[in-house]
Antibody, heavy 124, light 109 residues
Framework: QVQLVESGGGVVQPGRSLRLSCAAS????????MHWVRQAPGKGLEWVAV????????YYADSVKGRFTISRDNSKNTLYLQMNSLRAEDTAVYYC?????????????????WGQGTTVTVSS | SYVLTQPPSVSVAPGQTARITCGGN??????VHWYQQKPGQAPVLVVY???DRPSGIPERFSGSNSGNTATLTISRVEAGDEADYYC????????????FGTGTKVTVL
């Protein structure tokens, strides 16, 4: 079955960097757009970024633009989120999710399956 | 930026119908997706493209979208439906942004 497993979270000081990974299995990873979504403690869902199935299109939330980079390695069935210049307000559980429809324009589709999330805490 | 507004909470008795609204400017022109999130768990897609259900989602969950309001309807509500629900759209009119609603807590009385 479709499975997404995030890793790479942890405690990091403000201004430092962290890279999250999302390992995919059970589906043709290279055919689906992928999202990162985060949820701060006690808050709602906040979209972070999306990448098209082939990596050619990437879009970011204004809150992370210029600091975060989404990428993917289709040969390894893995999605990444490089997070630089981290701030306290980036503290959240980070989820990866795949889009419902294959070979769709990035972002236009719903988010079908979600991983269990990895926690990022930015604190001095 | 595009804003989606949901009521903070909805209460419903078991067996009754819950309706969760999602308001946005001309939201009827966009595809709306709905997610259910239970405490400590990842979100689950329950309706996509306004009214389609992923496999495994009960027919009790349905969606509609017109004008400035999209609605998720849960029929014959069960205790297990108690959760937070979020609507979501893709706003391509600005800088290509995905937008989530503010979330609605559904309480089963």
């Amino acid at each position: 079955q479709v499975q997404l497993v995030e890793s790479g979270g942890g405690v990091v000081q403000p201004g430092r960097s962290l890279r999250l990974s999302c390992a995919a299995s059970g589906f043709t990873f290279s055919s689906y757009g992928m999202h990162w979504v985060r949820q701060a403690p006690g808050k709602g869902l906040e979209w972070v970024a999306v990448i098209s199935y082939d990596g050619s299109n990437k879009y970011y939330a204004d809150s992370v633009k210029g600091r975060f980079t989404i990428s993917r390695d289709n040969s390894k069935n893995t999605l990444y989120l490089q997070m630089n210049s981290l701030r306290a307000e980036d503290t959240a559980v980070y989820y990866c999710a795949n889009e419902v429809t294959s070979i769709a324009a990035a972002g236009t589709d719903g988010m079908d399956v979600w991983g269990q999330g990895t926690t990022v805490t930015v604190s001095s | 930026s595009y804003v989606l507004t949901q009521p903070p909470s909805v209460s419903v008795a078991p067996g009754q119908t819950a309706r969760i609204t999602c308001g946005g400017n001309n939201i009827g022109s966009k595809s709306v997706h709905w997610y259910q999130q239970k405490p400590g768990q990842a979100p689950v897609l329950v309706v996509y493209d306004d009214s389609d259900r992923p496999s495994g989602i009960p027919e009790r969950f349905s969606g509609s979208n017109s004008g400035n309001t999209a609605t998720l309807t849960i029929s014959r509500v069960e205790a297990g439906d108690e959760a937070d629900y979020y609507c979501q759209v893709w706003d391509s009119s600005s800088d290509h942004q995905c937008v989530f609603g503010t979330g609605t807590k559904v309480t089963v009385l």
